[in-house]
Protein backbone atom coordinates (compact mmCIF):
# COMPACT_ATOMS: atom_id res chain seq x y z
CA UNK A 1 0.00 0.00 0.00
CA UNK A 2 2.68 2.59 0.38
CA UNK A 3 6.07 2.21 -1.73
CA UNK A 4 9.59 2.65 -0.01
CA UNK A 5 12.08 5.83 -0.85
CA UNK A 6 15.23 7.40 0.59
CA UNK A 7 14.99 9.25 3.96
CA UNK A 8 12.71 6.76 6.06
CA UNK A 9 9.55 8.19 4.23
CA UNK A 10 6.78 6.12 2.17
CA UNK A 11 5.26 7.63 -1.05
CA UNK A 12 1.92 7.25 0.53
CA UNK A 13 -0.01 5.38 -2.88
CA UNK A 14 -3.91 5.84 -2.82
CA UNK A 15 -6.30 3.23 -4.20
CA UNK A 16 -9.69 3.51 -5.54
CA UNK A 17 -12.64 2.56 -2.69
CA UNK A 18 -14.04 -1.27 -3.88
CA UNK A 19 -16.19 -3.45 -2.14
CA UNK A 20 -13.33 -5.65 -1.34
CA UNK A 21 -12.15 -3.15 1.43
CA UNK A 22 -15.36 -3.13 3.28
CA UNK A 23 -13.77 -5.75 6.01
CA UNK A 24 -10.35 -3.85 6.41
CA UNK A 25 -12.32 -0.10 6.76
CA UNK A 26 -14.71 -1.54 9.45
CA UNK A 27 -12.07 -2.68 11.34
CA UNK A 28 -10.90 0.60 11.49
CA UNK A 29 -14.06 2.23 11.54
CA UNK A 30 -16.01 0.30 14.21
CA UNK A 31 -14.59 1.50 17.31
CA UNK A 32 -17.31 2.55 19.77
CA UNK A 33 -16.38 6.42 20.20
CA UNK A 34 -16.38 6.96 16.37
CA UNK A 35 -19.91 7.76 15.45
CA UNK A 36 -19.63 9.85 12.64
CA UNK A 37 -21.25 9.78 9.80
CA UNK A 38 -17.93 8.85 8.05
CA UNK A 39 -17.36 5.79 9.53
CA UNK A 40 -20.05 4.33 7.40
CA UNK A 41 -18.11 2.28 4.88
CA UNK A 42 -21.44 2.72 2.70
CA UNK A 43 -21.04 6.28 2.67
CA UNK A 44 -17.43 6.36 1.40
CA UNK A 45 -18.55 3.83 -1.12
CA UNK A 46 -21.62 5.56 -2.56
CA UNK A 47 -20.06 8.93 -2.61
CA UNK A 48 -16.44 7.61 -3.98
CA UNK A 49 -16.54 8.86 -7.49
CA UNK A 50 -18.15 12.65 -7.01
CA UNK A 51 -15.92 13.06 -3.93
CA UNK A 52 -12.77 11.66 -5.57
CA UNK A 53 -12.42 9.47 -2.75
CA UNK A 54 -9.31 6.96 -2.47
CA UNK A 55 -7.89 5.43 0.61
CA UNK A 56 -4.03 4.28 1.98
CA UNK A 57 -3.14 2.04 4.60
CA UNK A 58 0.57 3.46 6.66
CA UNK A 59 1.77 2.51 10.21
CA UNK A 60 -1.82 0.44 10.97
CA UNK A 61 -3.56 4.05 10.05
CA UNK A 62 -5.89 4.43 7.54
CA UNK A 63 -5.86 7.51 5.72
CA UNK A 64 -8.83 8.74 3.22
CA UNK A 65 -8.33 11.11 1.16
CA UNK A 66 -11.02 13.20 -0.85
CA UNK A 67 -11.56 16.17 -2.89
CA UNK A 68 -14.48 18.14 -2.44
CA UNK A 69 -15.55 21.51 -4.57
CA UNK A 70 -12.42 21.24 -6.24
CA UNK A 71 -10.34 21.12 -3.09
CA UNK A 72 -8.42 18.49 -1.75
CA UNK A 73 -8.15 16.94 1.72
CA UNK A 74 -7.64 14.00 4.43
CA UNK A 75 -10.26 12.68 6.80
CA UNK A 76 -8.79 12.27 10.15
CA UNK A 77 -6.50 9.16 10.04
CA UNK A 78 -8.25 6.24 11.84
CA UNK A 79 -6.36 3.56 13.72
CA UNK A 80 -2.85 3.55 14.61
CA UNK A 81 -0.53 4.63 17.84
CA UNK A 82 0.16 8.10 18.66
CA UNK A 83 3.85 7.74 18.46
CA UNK A 84 3.34 7.13 14.54
CA UNK A 85 2.05 10.36 13.99
CA UNK A 86 5.12 12.76 13.18
CA UNK A 87 6.02 10.32 10.78
CA UNK A 88 2.54 10.25 9.29
CA UNK A 89 2.35 13.66 8.93
CA UNK A 90 5.91 13.79 7.52
CA UNK A 91 4.49 11.43 4.18
CA UNK A 92 1.22 12.82 4.08
CA UNK A 93 2.85 16.75 3.86
CA UNK A 94 5.80 14.65 1.14
CA UNK A 95 2.97 13.56 -0.52
CA UNK A 96 1.40 17.07 -1.06
CA UNK A 97 4.33 18.48 -2.69
CA UNK A 98 5.73 19.32 0.58
CA UNK A 99 2.71 21.90 1.08
CA UNK A 100 0.42 22.52 4.29
CA UNK A 101 -2.32 20.40 3.77
CA UNK A 102 -6.15 20.27 5.58
CA UNK A 103 -7.82 17.34 7.90
CA UNK A 104 -11.48 17.27 7.81
CA UNK A 105 -13.60 15.56 10.11
CA UNK A 106 -11.31 15.41 13.00
CA UNK A 107 -13.38 14.05 15.98
CA UNK A 108 -13.00 15.61 19.55
CA UNK A 109 -11.12 12.01 20.35
CA UNK A 110 -8.58 12.85 17.19
CA UNK A 111 -8.63 16.07 18.39
CA UNK A 112 -7.43 15.45 22.06
CA UNK A 113 -5.15 13.06 20.29
CA UNK A 114 -3.14 14.90 18.10
CA UNK A 115 -3.23 17.89 20.23
CA UNK A 116 -1.15 15.82 22.47
CA UNK A 117 1.46 14.75 19.65
CA UNK A 118 1.17 18.77 18.31
CA UNK A 119 0.48 20.88 20.74
CA UNK A 120 0.65 24.41 18.56
CA UNK A 121 -2.10 22.90 16.21
CA UNK A 122 -4.81 25.49 15.86
CA UNK A 123 -8.19 23.76 14.97
CA UNK A 124 -11.42 24.82 13.52
CA UNK A 125 -15.18 23.87 14.42
CA UNK A 126 -16.87 23.02 11.41
CA UNK A 127 -20.15 23.54 12.53
CA UNK A 128 -22.52 23.01 9.28
CA UNK A 129 -20.90 18.94 9.17
CA UNK A 130 -21.21 18.31 13.09
CA UNK A 131 -23.85 15.48 12.71
CA UNK A 132 -26.90 15.07 14.48
CA UNK A 133 -26.94 12.00 16.77
CA UNK A 134 -30.74 10.88 18.51
CA UNK A 135 -31.95 8.44 20.67
CA UNK A 136 -33.62 6.05 18.96
CA UNK A 137 -36.20 5.08 21.18
CA UNK A 138 -37.23 8.77 21.16
CA UNK A 139 -37.50 9.26 17.48
CA UNK A 140 -39.64 5.65 17.46
CA UNK A 141 -42.03 7.35 19.86
CA UNK A 142 -41.75 10.91 19.94
CA UNK A 143 -43.54 11.21 23.18
CA UNK A 144 -43.57 13.90 25.59
CA UNK A 145 -44.13 17.59 25.27
CA UNK A 146 -40.85 17.98 23.32
CA UNK A 147 -42.38 15.99 20.03
CA UNK A 148 -45.66 17.95 20.58
CA UNK A 149 -45.11 19.36 16.73
CA UNK A 150 -43.95 16.02 15.19
CA UNK A 151 -46.76 13.93 16.93
CA UNK A 152 -49.39 16.18 15.70
CA UNK A 153 -47.93 15.73 12.03
CA UNK A 154 -47.90 11.85 12.25
CA UNK A 155 -51.19 11.81 13.65
CA UNK A 156 -52.93 13.67 10.64
CA UNK A 157 -50.83 11.44 8.14
CA UNK A 158 -52.34 8.20 10.10
CA UNK A 159 -55.92 10.49 10.12
CA UNK A 160 -55.82 11.46 6.17
CA UNK A 161 -54.34 7.68 5.40
CA UNK A 162 -55.57 5.03 7.82
CA UNK A 163 -54.11 2.35 5.29
CA UNK A 164 -50.68 3.42 4.77
CA UNK A 165 -48.06 0.17 4.71
CA UNK A 166 -44.94 0.27 6.21
CA UNK A 167 -42.94 -2.53 4.69
CA UNK A 168 -38.44 -3.02 5.03
CA UNK A 169 -36.76 -2.29 1.74
CA UNK A 170 -36.37 -5.73 -0.55
CA UNK A 171 -35.14 -6.89 -3.38
CA UNK A 172 -39.07 -6.89 -4.21
CA UNK A 173 -39.40 -3.08 -3.71
CA UNK A 174 -35.66 -2.25 -4.35
CA UNK A 175 -36.31 -0.87 -8.02
CA UNK A 176 -40.02 1.04 -7.21
CA UNK A 177 -37.57 2.85 -4.01
CA UNK A 178 -35.12 3.62 -6.04
CA UNK A 179 -37.18 5.12 -9.02
CA UNK A 180 -39.27 7.13 -6.39
CA UNK A 181 -35.95 8.91 -5.45
CA UNK A 182 -34.90 9.06 -9.18
CA UNK A 183 -38.02 11.33 -9.78
CA UNK A 184 -37.32 13.07 -6.23
CA UNK A 185 -33.79 14.19 -7.40
CA UNK A 186 -35.04 14.69 -10.92
CA UNK A 187 -37.71 17.11 -9.89
CA UNK A 188 -35.18 19.07 -8.15
CA UNK A 189 -31.76 19.33 -10.28
CA UNK A 190 -33.08 22.23 -11.68
CA UNK A 191 -32.57 24.43 -8.48
CA UNK A 192 -29.82 22.16 -7.01
CA UNK A 193 -27.62 20.40 -9.57
CA UNK A 194 -25.81 18.50 -6.74
CA UNK A 195 -28.60 16.50 -6.65
CA UNK A 196 -26.72 14.63 -9.37
CA UNK A 197 -24.43 13.78 -7.33
CA UNK A 198 -27.46 12.35 -4.68
CA UNK A 199 -28.77 10.65 -7.29
CA UNK A 200 -25.57 8.50 -8.44
CA UNK A 201 -24.98 7.57 -5.10
CA UNK A 202 -28.67 6.08 -4.31
CA UNK A 203 -28.15 4.19 -7.59
CA UNK A 204 -24.80 2.50 -6.16
CA UNK A 205 -26.23 2.20 -2.39
CA UNK A 206 -29.44 0.26 -4.33
CA UNK A 207 -27.33 -1.28 -6.84
CA UNK A 208 -25.21 -2.97 -3.46
CA UNK A 209 -27.68 -3.44 -0.88
CA UNK A 210 -27.02 -6.35 0.59
CA UNK A 211 -23.33 -6.23 0.16
CA UNK A 212 -23.11 -2.85 1.47
CA UNK A 213 -25.71 -4.35 4.52
CA UNK A 214 -27.63 -1.48 4.88
CA UNK A 215 -31.48 -1.21 6.19
CA UNK A 216 -33.85 0.38 4.56
CA UNK A 217 -37.94 0.67 5.22
CA UNK A 218 -40.87 2.22 2.85
CA UNK A 219 -43.97 3.97 3.41
CA UNK A 220 -46.66 2.50 0.35
CA UNK A 221 -49.87 4.93 -0.17
CA UNK A 222 -52.53 3.22 -2.46
CA UNK A 223 -49.76 0.84 -3.45
CA UNK A 224 -47.16 3.48 -4.51
CA UNK A 225 -44.08 3.99 -2.60
CA UNK A 226 -44.38 7.70 -1.19
CA UNK A 227 -41.21 7.46 0.97
CA UNK A 228 -37.98 5.64 1.97
CA UNK A 229 -35.07 5.77 4.02
CA UNK A 230 -31.90 3.50 4.33
CA UNK A 231 -28.84 3.41 7.06
CA UNK A 232 -26.09 1.29 8.09
CA UNK A 233 -24.63 0.38 11.18
CA UNK A 234 -21.53 1.29 12.45
CA UNK A 235 -20.68 -0.27 15.94
CA UNK A 236 -22.72 -1.76 18.59
CA UNK A 237 -24.88 0.79 19.35
CA UNK A 238 -25.35 3.47 16.33
CA UNK A 239 -26.53 3.45 13.34
CA UNK A 240 -26.11 6.60 10.32
CA UNK A 241 -28.93 7.27 8.45
CA UNK A 242 -27.92 8.17 5.00
CA UNK A 243 -31.06 8.97 3.24
CA UNK A 244 -34.70 10.12 3.78
CA UNK A 245 -37.11 10.91 0.71
CA UNK A 246 -40.47 11.51 0.82
CA UNK A 247 -43.71 13.03 -1.23
CA UNK A 248 -43.83 17.02 0.30
CA UNK A 249 -46.78 17.11 -0.86
CA UNK A 250 -47.85 14.33 2.08
CA UNK A 251 -48.48 16.05 5.33
CA UNK A 252 -46.73 14.48 8.07
CA UNK A 253 -44.72 11.60 5.56
CA UNK A 254 -41.35 12.46 6.54
CA UNK A 255 -42.18 12.39 9.89
CA UNK A 256 -43.82 9.02 9.62
CA UNK A 257 -41.31 7.68 7.31
CA UNK A 258 -38.57 8.80 10.26
CA UNK A 259 -40.54 7.22 13.23
CA UNK A 260 -41.51 4.06 11.33
CA UNK A 261 -38.05 3.40 9.94
CA UNK A 262 -36.74 4.41 13.81
CA UNK A 263 -39.48 1.61 15.47
CA UNK A 264 -39.00 -1.24 13.06
CA UNK A 265 -35.49 -1.51 11.90
CA UNK A 266 -33.17 -0.42 13.88
CA UNK A 267 -33.97 -2.09 17.87
CA UNK A 268 -30.67 -3.36 18.20
CA UNK A 269 -29.07 0.07 18.29
CA UNK A 270 -29.38 3.28 21.21
CA UNK A 271 -28.32 5.96 18.57
CA UNK A 272 -29.55 7.14 15.41
CA UNK A 273 -26.99 9.54 13.29
CA UNK A 274 -28.69 11.31 11.13
CA UNK A 275 -26.03 13.01 9.34
CA UNK A 276 -25.07 16.58 8.73
CA UNK A 277 -26.90 19.68 7.55
CA UNK A 278 -24.42 21.10 4.96
CA UNK A 279 -25.19 24.52 6.66
CA UNK A 280 -28.92 24.52 4.80
CA UNK A 281 -31.02 26.63 7.02
CA UNK A 282 -34.13 24.70 6.91
CA UNK A 283 -32.52 21.35 6.80
CA UNK A 284 -30.83 22.90 10.40
CA UNK A 285 -34.30 23.76 11.68
CA UNK A 286 -35.63 20.66 10.95
CA UNK A 287 -33.02 18.41 12.48
CA UNK A 288 -32.99 20.99 15.67
CA UNK A 289 -36.99 20.22 15.84
CA UNK A 290 -36.13 16.57 16.33
CA UNK A 291 -33.98 17.52 19.61
CA UNK A 292 -30.81 15.61 19.21
CA UNK A 293 -29.23 13.67 22.11
CA UNK A 294 -26.08 15.58 20.89
CA UNK A 295 -23.60 16.27 18.20
CA UNK A 296 -21.31 15.01 17.10
CA UNK A 297 -18.47 17.45 16.52
CA UNK A 298 -15.95 17.87 13.89
CA UNK A 299 -13.12 20.32 13.36
CA UNK A 300 -10.55 20.59 10.51
CA UNK A 301 -6.85 21.51 11.22
CA UNK A 302 -4.07 22.88 8.89
CA UNK A 303 -0.97 20.51 9.48
CA UNK A 304 1.98 22.55 7.80
Given amino acids: M ?18 AQKPLFESYLSAPEQRGSECAFSNLFVWRDCYNIFWCVAHDFLIIKVKRNEVDFFLQPFGGKDEDLPILMAELKEYHEGKPFRLHGV ?11 FPDLEFEEDRDNWDYVYLREKLAALSGRKYHGQKNHYNAFKKAY ?58 RINGKIEAFSFGKKINDDTAVLHVEKANHEIRGLYTAINKEFASHAWDDVTYLNREEDMGVEGLRR ?16 VIS
Fill in 162 to 219: PDFVYEPITDANKAECLAFGEKWCDDRIHEDPTLICEKYAMQQAFGNFEALELRGGAI
Fill in 107 to 117: YECTKERLSRV
Fill in 286 to 301: AKDSYHPEFMFKKYSV
Fill in 2 to 19: CLDVLGGLFILEFKPVTL
